[in-house]
């Protein structure tokens, strides 16, 4: 099913637009500061996740949780036989919905770990900073339902938060999940980059080692909003988070726990291919 499409003349609401900047998710109070590439390795892993896919003109890709629709937009890019995305908040699915084709596309109302589509209906699924904020089960849950809606030998790419190195101690790990979680609002369980590996081969999902890549975590560093966002949209960012004060303290004390742990922290991709 498709969520229904506004009228054009209307402006579109950005996800938790209605909610207080001292309370609200993270990752909605940049996008309401006017950031679009709201992904731990930024554009430039997302490009590397996609490139590492091969989508190809025969292929049904779904994305899970396409926010705002940066790589939507990428994806779309590449002319798949169909584009399917699922996606739970009202407002970031109606944003989708303006940019597909209704005739061969569709946009689903919903929840990634809900059975919303037929088992082997697609080729490739993909998610991206989704994963990183469900407990230990919903992880799981949602990676064995990517697994279920795929074709045999199709592929599930993930861009996720990761934590460095893989032996980092659980006293740390913790701490780490607690300073994060403190500062974007949402209860934040990055995993090693083994542990990513562990959970796609846990639900029928064998990592292919070549598409494992990991960067650093400097989604608030200048060069790397620059970077993702273009000079212009850069400054623009800028002076929105210079006349918000609320703001301006959250994306401050987000940036100094990022600084904090950086050597711990990383953006991770790969992909698992079904069995």
């Avoid at 006349?243 to 004390?253: E, G, H, Q, T, V």
Wanted: proline share 5%; charged share 30%; aromatic share 4%.
């Amino acid at each position: 099913m498709s969520v229904a499409i506004q009228p054009a003349s209307k402006p579109m609401t950005l996800p938790g637009e209605k909610l207080d900047a001292s309370k609200m998710p993270g990752h909605w109070l940049l996008a309401r500061m006017g950031k679009r590439v709201l992904r731990p390795g930024g554009i430039e892993m997302t490009r590397k996740m996609l490139d590492s896919l091969m989508i190809s003109h025969s292929d049904t890709v779904v994305e899970l949780a396409p926010g705002l629709g940066a790589t939507a937009r990428l994806t779309l890019q590449r002319r798949p036989h169909r584009y399917i995305a699922v996606e739970r908040d009202a407002a970031a699915a109606a944003r989708i919905d303006r940019l597909i084709d209704p005739e061969r596309d569709e946009v689903i109302h919903g929840n990634a770990s809900s059975e919303l589509l037929h088992s082997e209906e697609c080729d490739v699924v993909y998610g991206e900073a989704m994963l990183t904020m469900q407990p230990p089960t919903q992880k799981h849950k949602i990676v064995r339902e990517a697994c279920r809606i795929l074709r045999s030998g199709g592929r599930y790419a993930i861009h996720e938060l990761g934590l460095l190195p893989d032996d980092v101690p659980e006293r740390l790990k913790d701490e780490i999940h607690d300073a994060i979680s403190e500062v974007i609002h949402v209860r934040a369980r990055p995993l090693t980059v083994s542990e990513w590996a562990g959970v796609m081969n846990d639900e029928g999902l064998e990592v292919d080692a070549e598409t494992v890549h990991t960067s650093r975590m400097h989604l608030l560093e200048p060069r790397r909003v620059i970077a993702d966002e273009g000079m212009l949209r850069a400054a623009r960012i800028a002076w929105n988070v210079a006349r918000a004060p609320a703001a301006r303290k959250r994306i401050f004390a987000m940036r100094r726990v990022f600084k904090r742990y950086e050597q711990h922290l990383c953006a991770v991709t790969m992909i698992g291919v079904k069995r």
